[in-house]
Each structure stands twice: as C-alpha cells, then as structure tokens.
C-alpha cells in the first residue's frame, strides 16, 4: 500500500472487497461548449452536478453576449428583462442535453442564485432559479425538493436601500439555490454488483440527517488558490464541499457524473474523492491552468475528508453512547458503531495516486483496504453481539 495514504484504522481481519481491488475512476476535460455533448452517449450518465453563469450578474454579461449579440444590445438599450430571457434561452439547450445523457432516474443537481439589478433607476430580482425551474419541467425533468444554500457573509454594508427609513429598504439576498431534477422514475439496483456497490456507498446516519435538511448554512469550502486573480473572479466556484456532498448523496460508487459548466474543477475534483467517473465541459479554456494544478492536490484533499469523515462519526458515536445509548450495529470494515444496518458495509477508497495519462483526462487509482490507526480504544462502545 502506499505509505502516503491517511491512516484509518487497524483490522486484523480480510476485507471483503475483492471486486473492489485496483478500483480506478477516469476523468475527462471537454474546452467546448456543452450545448452539444454528443461525445456522451444517450441514457449514459447518473448524475449531474453544476452551477452555471448566473443571467444579469454583471461579471457575465460579456461571455453571454459573446453568444448572442443581442444580448449586449439588449443591456446597452437598458431593456434587462429581454437580456434575462436571451442569457437564459444561452442555457437552455444544455439543460435539454442534460436529459438526454442521463439515465432514467438519473438526478441533476443545479447550483444557481438569482440576481438584482438596477437598470435605468429601476432595482429588482431577476429570478434565475424559477427561470431554470421552468426550463427543466419543459425538458422534461421531475422537479424534486430543493435546497437553499446560506452563504455566510460579515459585509457590514451588506443592505441594499435607505437603512432604517421605511419603505425603501430591500431584503438582503443571502442565498443560493440547489435545484434538483430527476430524469424518468426513481432508480432501481437490480444486479448483485450494483447492490454491493450501493451499500458500500452508504453515508452515516448522522450525516443523512445534516444532507438531506433544506438548508444548508455556511458550508465553507476548500479554499482553491488560483494563480490568476481574474480566473477566481470569473468563476465564482461553488466550494468543494457542496459538490463533493451532491455526489455522496445522489451517486454510487464508479457511477458517471457530468459538469456541463465545469469552470476551475471543483465536480471532477470532489467525483475523484468519492470514487466516480466525470466528464466536464468548459468553453474558457483559461482554466485549464487551474485545473491541472490542483490535481497535484486532490490526494491529500480526498484522503482528508475521508478522514474527517470517519472523525466526525467517531466523535459522534461518543457523544450519543454518553448521552443515550451506543448504536446497535457494527461497520463490518472498521469495526465501529453505526446508528443503521444500512451503514454496516459503508466502505471508504482513499485515493492512492493521479495519473494524467493524455492531455485532458486524469486516471485515479484507489487503495482497496482502509489504512491503519485510527486514535483512540472504541472496543468499549462495539455492540455486544457481533452481527453475522
């Protein structure tokens, strides 16, 4: 094993996870536009994860204009709802490329935020993410519940308007959207391979109750340092754990995922953390820079939140087993309490290395066994009789 790996826990038993041994994921960069992915296969794809330039936000007027023409005409003749609409219609073929590509009972996951504008003495909403709704219901995607997003913010100018004097005043915009679709009826796990799979790509009970809320606070990410100061600016990327979250969610083990807007990386990069496939679309390929250079990072990213992971469970298995009672099953691959029996074979892959084996694809290769110590004695709060 490779001696860099984050060191989980001892066992003194074989894994059986033989089917997982050598596991690797691919992971292949497109420099086009997403409107046409004709290089994916229909019906191929299980997840999509994205956020895409927001309309009516100023730093992307110009790449939505370089589309259309009309659109620059639109803002320069001060006429923002018919620039709304015309940045929108730029979407809306990639959102039906979406349903295309993915399987029946596939998810999209869409992170977007509305905008406000002012536009000749006029201020108001222009909402994205009802626009997206609408397009996505006529792509013919099931709209499933959403989530808000809070994005944390100590700007102490942060209100828009005449401060204490009604009624001039505006509410202040601190939340993003994550939309979520889904392609046909729910997915079904039919063969021996895909149900293993699918248990092995268990999330802890504790972490299903803090996912799957409608609000997500804070949610501050791995910081990503870019070299060029206008790329950050231009690709306001969502942090790395909102995806990485997305994907644990709503994909399995060595299932697809697809970025149509790929921007600086961060799908791929939380796809290899989680041991999925991905493909990417981006049009700017300014980014490619900044792409390349994280993949020098992503292992010890990865590896370490696995292991905050297994932390946070452990943490939380101590403070329940104090307060209440230890949970009444047993992880079969690291011996620990787990609140399910569904988490019983949850079973994390740290990344071992990244391979780059032409220009635009990166191959990453996992270890198949967790990896040694993890701190502490949790013998005492094992249940006391083991399961078959």
């Given at each position: 094993?490779?001696?860099?790996?984050?060191?989980?826990?001892?066992?003194?038993?074989?894994?059986?996870?033989?089917?997982?041994?050598?596991?690797?994921?691919?992971?292949?960069i497109y420099f086009e536009s997403a409107k046409?992915?004709?290089?994916?296969?229909?019906?191929?794809?299980?997840?999509?994860?994205?956020?895409?330039?927001?309309?009516?936000?100023?730093?992307?007027?110009?790449?939505?204009?370089?589309?259309?023409?009309?659109?620059?005409?639109?803002?320069?003749?001060?006429?923002?709802?018919?620039?709304?609409?015309?940045?929108?219609?730029?979407?809306?073929?990639?959102?039906?490329?979406?349903?295309?590509?993915?399987?029946?009972?596939?998810?999209?996951?869409?992170?977007?935020?509305?905008?406000?504008?002012?536009?000749?003495?006029?201020?108001?909403?222009?909402?994205?993410?009802?626009?997206?709704?609408s397009a996505m219901g006529t792509a013919g995607?099931?709209?499933?519940?959403?989530?808000?997003?809070?994005?944390?913010?100590?700007?102490?100018?942060?209100?828009?308007?005449?401060?204490?004097?009604?009624?001039?005043?505006?509410?202040?915009?601190?939340?993003?959207?994550?939309?979520?679709?889904?392609?046909?009826?729910?997915?079904?796990?039919?063969?021996?391979?895909?149900?293993?799979?699918?248990?092995?790509?268990?999330?802890?009970?504790?972490?299903?109750?803090?996912?799957?809320?409608?609000?997500?606070?804070?949610?501050?990410?791995?910081?990503?340092?870019?070299?060029?100061?206008?790329?950050?600016?231009?690709?306001?990327?969502?942090?790395?754990?909102?995806?990485?979250?997305?994907?644990?969610?709503?994909?399995?083990?060595?299932?697809?995922?697809?970025?149509?807007?790929?921007?600086?990386?961060?799908?791929?990069?939380?796809?290899?953390?989680?041991?999925?496939?991905?493909?990417?679309?981006?049009?700017?390929?300014?980014?490619?820079?900044?792409?390349?250079?994280?993949?020098?990072?992503?292992?010890?990213?990865?590896?370490?939140?696995?292991?905050?992971?297994?932390?946070?469970?452990?943490?939380?298995?101590?403070?329940?087993?104090?307060?209440?009672?230890?949970?009444?099953?047993?992880?079969?691959?690291?011996?620990?309490?787990?609140?399910?029996?569904?988490?019983?074979?949850?079973?994390?892959?740290?990344?071992?290395?990244?391979?780059?084996?032409?220009?635009?694809?990166?191959?990453?290769?996992?270890?198949?066994?967790?990896?040694?110590?993890?701190?502490?004695?949790?013998?005492?709060?094992?249940?006391?009789?083991?399961?078959?």
């Amino acid at each position: 094993m490779n001696s860099n790996l984050f060191e989980f826990i001892r066992i003194d038993y074989p894994l059986k996870v033989c089917h997982m041994r050598c596991m690797k994921t691919t992971h292949k960069i497109y420099f086009e536009s997403a409107k046409s992915m004709s290089v994916i296969p229909s019906s191929s794809v299980h997840l999509v994860v994205t956020s895409p330039p927001y309309p009516m936000i100023q730093m992307w007027d110009d790449m939505f204009a370089d589309q259309d023409c009309e659109v620059g005409a639109a803002l320069r003749n001060e006429k923002p709802l018919q620039a709304f609409e015309l940045m929108h219609r730029q979407l809306d073929p990639v959102w039906g490329e979406i349903y295309r590509i993915l399987i029946d009972g596939g998810l999209a996951c869409i992170n977007i935020g509305d905008a406000v504008r002012t536009v000749d003495e006029d201020f108001r909403l222009y909402p994205n993410h009802a626009r997206i709704m609408s397009a996505m219901g006529t792509a013919g995607f099931s709209a499933l519940p959403l989530i808000l997003w809070r994005k944390p913010t100590n700007a102490p100018n942060k209100f828009m308007g005449s401060g204490m004097l009604p009624a001039g005043a505006y509410v202040t915009l601190e939340h993003e959207y994550i939309l979520i679709f889904r392609k046909g009826s729910k997915r079904g796990f039919h063969t021996p391979e895909d149900k293993q799979l699918r248990r092995e790509s268990a999330f802890f009970w504790e972490e299903r109750n803090a996912w799957f809320s409608d609000i997500w606070l804070g949610l501050i990410g791995t910081i990503q340092k870019m070299k060029n100061d206008h790329t950050r600016l231009r690709s306001a990327a969502f942090p790395f754990e909102l995806a990485y979250r997305l994907i644990n969610m709503y994909s399995v083990k060595g299932d697809t995922v697809v970025d149509p807007f790929l921007g600086t990386g961060t799908t791929l990069f939380a796809a290899m953390a989680s041991a999925r496939n991905c493909m990417g679309f981006e049009i700017d390929a300014g980014f490619e820079a900044d792409i390349s250079s994280q993949k020098n990072t992503i292992v010890a990213v990865a590896n370490g939140r696995i292991h905050r992971r297994i932390q946070n469970h452990l943490e939380f298995v101590k403070t329940r087993s104090e307060e209440k009672s230890p949970p009444a099953h047993r992880n079969k691959h690291y011996k620990f309490p787990v609140m399910t029996r569904q988490e019983v074979e949850l079973f994390f892959n740290p990344l071992e290395n990244v391979r780059q084996p032409d220009e635009n694809s990166l191959e990453v290769r996992y270890a198949d066994v967790p990896a040694a110590d993890f701190p502490g004695d949790w013998s005492q709060l094992l249940p006391a009789r083991p399961e078959n």
